[in-house]
């Protein structure tokens, strides 16, 4: 008894030290201090760790310390990540009755007449690179942003808050589904805090406002709904989660096998019949929803105008590249400039024919077997990109915790380094530091896939749908 009480007070100092911590974080740090920005990263993750190592089976413990550490966040202005004054303009321009992807918010200003409470602030917190663009967050986005503006129009931090809570209510229905589909798949449940506690998703996700946490939730919705034999609830589902995000879109072909395949019989047999309806309508559940998601935007320059700003992020923005950085420094040996434009097109077809490659080769059977398949897909997707975010490696991570490969969670920690861009004041990257952060995360990938490959999956291929 007298053990169990010094333990559980040694975890509630933790907690309470991780509180100031996180306070630490959210109200005084400024980017651009690298030194104190990775020495907060690097004792969060100690503290979480050993949380998690302290008290693998009181979920009651570790879910308080989860939610405490994401409140500490809700009265703060982010201080890594600039894009929530987008989304507080895309919010205030739809509840004033304006479709926010037919303008752009520098003409707005240029012209002196936006119709929004704050507009010039808005502006200059965007940044002029983000208001010289159209939006390209995608529908349900544009409704959680416009809830923000309901409840907080002529507020900026009241905006922030909004977001916060609804970030927050999407990670604790993360942690039921996501605690559901581990036990559904007798896997240890005690995995979905190295995604509920993992610092990098409470302070990029809830601390820096990105709404990768609710296309999370939908994922790991659609996922445990699929698990559960309600395909066509997990297709409108998963509709939604490509509507807060479109990168789901990237998982649609890996879902082939997962429907065609009938191990009713007691081994893997291809089903035409029975398994190609079910996957073709999955497949129409999910872009009609999708459509009908986007259809009261929807205009001939919605589309010109959405089109080109997606198309930006394969051939004119760059930032913590793996692979691209490579092909950029010999395209500068050989041709003597930079490639972008040329490899902008051609690596996302190479991630194509690789996660065609994934959908037919490997065996996606199972929901674990296709988790694991979404997990190496998206990671190579991210590999072959011209910008990876810090944020966007939250969906690799969120779902590793029901694979075998777990360098999502070493690339969560590393993924730090890239912040190095932000000492200089004119943002320029560091590619020392983005060569130690991908070497770190290929070297942890590479010895666990030789792992992988020397044992059968115990756990993970015994289980199916």
């Not at 946490?213 to 659609?222: D, E």
């Not at 694979?403 to 320029?428: C, E, G, Q, R």
């Amino acid at each position: 008894m007298l053990q169990q009480w010094k333990h559980n007070k040694f975890s509630i100092l933790l907690i309470l030290v991780g509180i100031l911590f996180y306070w630490s974080f959210a109200y005084q740090l400024e980017r651009t201090d690298f030194l104190k920005l990775i020495s907060l990263w690097s004792v969060t993750f100690f503290i979480s760790y050993k949380l998690i190592q302290q008290n693998p089976n009181n979920w009651k413990l570790l879910a308080v310390a989860a939610l405490a550490f994401r409140l500490v966040f809700l009265f703060a202005i982010p201080n890594l990540s600039q894009d929530f004054y987008r989304f507080i303009w895309d919010g205030r321009m739809l509840l004033e009755g304006f479709n926010p992807y037919l303008s752009l918010p520098e003409v707005w200003i240029t012209n002196g007449n936006a119709p929004i409470a704050q507009a010039q602030e808005l502006y200059a917190g965007m940044g002029q690179l983000n208001g010289h663009h159209y939006t390209n967050y995608p529908p349900v986005s544009q409704f959680c942003y416009f809830i923000a503006a309901l409840f907080a129009s002529k507020n900026i931090l009241g905006s922030a808050i909004v977001f916060r809570a609804l970030l927050i209510l999407a990670d604790v229905g993360t942690f039921f589904f996501g605690k559901k589909l581990l036990k559904s798949l007798n896997l240890p449940e005690k995995q979905i805090f190295w995604y509920i506690l993992n610092p990098f998703i409470i302070i990029e996700l809830t601390g820096n406002l990105h709404f990768e946490a609710v296309m999370i939730f939908f994922i790991i919705l659609s996922l445990y709904l699929l698990q559960k034999g309600y395909w066509y609830w997990a297709a409108i589902v998963f509709a939604l989660s490509v509507s807060v995000k479109l990168i789901p879109l990237l998982f649609l072909p890996l879902f082939f096998k997962k429907f065609i395949i009938d191990k009713r019989s007691g081994f893997d047999k291809i089903s035409i019949t029975s398994g190609l309806p079910k996957l073709l309508g999955f497949y129409s559940i999910i872009l009609t929803t999708v459509f009908l998601t986007f259809a009261p935007f929807l205009s001939g320059a919605f589309l010109n105008n959405f089109g080109k700003t997606i198309s930006l992020w394969f051939q004119n923005f760059e930032f913590n590249a793996s692979i691209f950085f490579i092909i950029r420094w010999i395209g500068y040996q050989i041709v003597g400039w930079n490639v972008i434009e040329t490899a902008g097109k051609i690596l996302p077809i190479v991630v194509i024919v690789i996660l065609l490659g994934i959908t037919f080769i490997r065996k996606n059977n199972t929901i674990p077997q296709l988790i694991t398949a979404i997990v190496i897909g998206i990671c190579t997707y991210y590999f072959l990109s011209t910008t990876v975010h810090p944020w966007y490696i939250a969906v690799p991570l969120s779902l590793c915790v029901y694979t075998n490969y777990k360098f999502p969670i070493v690339w969560s920690f590393v993924i730090i380094l890239s912040y190095t861009a932000y000492i200089h004041p004119d943002f320029k990257e560091n590619l020392w530091m983005v060569g130690l952060e991908y070497f770190i995360v290929f070297a942890v990938l590479g010895v666990e896939i030789y792992q992988n490959s020397k044992s059968v999956q115990p756990s993970l291929t015994t289980s199916s749908s």
